[in-house]
């Protein structure tokens, strides 16, 4: 004797009486949105190579893929120091530094205070750094926020060198 099975999709206009017994399953889409990102990793090189060469826009391209040049107005930085990065579509993006310690903490804001990245750097020995990247929006949501592979990308290039 050959088994059949014959599945039928729920017609919510149907009455109870007549739904199957089964129903498949349902899906939803659920879209994830974040005003906040933290990311934190271990590079194995000394805190101020690691903080020079974070904190030099010479070096931002080669370890964040959206960014193909980025210029300070002075470095190294201090605060209120200007720094501008662009993307493939040419449009620059513009950022102040409202932190600043060396070898400790980097902080940049947009513009408009709204966007802002933090940079925090500790030692854990003589050639290993602990690094957190924090950003964060205080209106709205991040519209591309940093992945740990942006941050793995960094440790590579770091580590390598």
């Known amino acids: 004797m050959e088994d059949r099975h014959q599945e039928r999709f729920c017609d919510p206009r149907e009455s109870q009486l007549e739904m199957p ?4 399953y349902s899906l939803e889409i659920l879209t994830i949105t974040m005003q906040k990102n933290k990311i934190t ?11 020079e060469f974070t904190t030099n826009p010479k070096n931002t391209h080669l370890w964040i893929p959206s960014i193909v040049e980025e210029i300070a107005e002075e470095y190294p930085p201090k605060i ?4 501008k990065n662009r993307g493939n579509d040419s449009n620059w993006n513009f950022y102040k530094v409202i932190e600043f310690q060396k070898n400790k903490i980097f902080t940049l804001s947009d513009l408009e205070d709204n966007y802002h990245v933090r940079y925090t750097y ?5 050639n290993s750094t602990e690094m957190e990247y924090f950003e964060w ?7 591309n926020p940093f992945t740990d592979d942006i941050i793995q990308k960094l440790k590579s290039v770091m580590e390598s060198n």
């Open 80 to 83: 209120r120091t200007q720094y």
């Open 122 to 126: 500790r030692k854990i020995n003589e």
């Open 21 to 24: 017994a089964k129903t498949l």
């Open 41 to 51: 990793i271990i590079i194995n090189k000394p805190i101020e190579e690691v903080f």
């Open 137 to 143: 929006m205080e209106n709205g949501e991040l519209s």
